[in-house]
């Protein structure tokens, strides 16, 4: 194996990629209009929550890291959770419901009415995340999804959906936490704006 060869590969894959993001209008546009539905949620006293599996999962917990400590500056903190970060929550309802119904079941206590739900999924096929969108509709919360090309089952779920034009997964969690990070940003901007 070409070690240089890979990671040469690997940098050009990613730049490839994130060019195409840059010349989507629509995707630029979701991501406004996200960062303008979260700014709105936090102004009417609500909250956003993520959830996925795996590198989903840490890619949650860091995007609910930004919000609720801080990004580029000193702010208020603004409520914001990554669903699977109590373990033995996690555990004891996996074991005695379905791993299926992790998300899901936790909404049901900590979702309101125009709060966010943020699921990522690179398939857009995770049980648990579409668990948990379809709880967050019964609550009347505004649903995103970061996924893959196809948007798999999220697709349909979704009020605002990202698919990301890549089947490959590292390079499609590195554009979810490009797309998380701006809308960050963006959202820091919004509701702390800096003299």
Do not use: W
Not at 67 to 87: K, W
Request: aromatic share 6%.
């Amino acid at each position: 194996m070409d070690k240089s060869l890979v990671i040469k590969r690997n940098i050009q894959n990613a730049l490839e990629l994130k060019q195409q993001l840059l010349n989507n209008e629509q995707i630029i546009t979701q991501i406004e209009d996200i960062s303008n539905l979260i700014i709105s949620c936090y102004q009417q006293g609500g909250k956003v929550l993520f959830c996925g599996n795996g590198g989903s999962a840490a890619d949650s917990q860091h995007l609910a890291a930004e919000l609720s400590g801080r990004y580029y500056y000193d702010r208020p903190p603004l409520f914001s959770e990554a669903l699977h970060v109590n373990t033995s929550y996690l555990t004891a309802v996996a074991n005695d419901y379905s791993y299926e119904q992790i998300y899901a079941r936790l909404l049901k206590a900590m979702g309101q009415k125009g709060d966010v739900l943020i699921g990522l999924s690179t398939s857009g096929n995770s049980g648990n995340v579409i668990a948990a969108i379809k709880q967050a509709q019964q609550l009347e919360m505004h649903t995103i999804g970061f996924t893959g090309a196809s948007g798999g089952k999220m697709k349909n779920l979704c009020d605002i959906l990202i698919p990301i034009p890549s089947t490959d997964t590292p390079r499609i969690q590195e554009c979810h936490m490009l797309i998380g990070h701006t809308i960050c940003e963006i959202v820091e901007q919004g509701l702390f704006p800096r003299n």
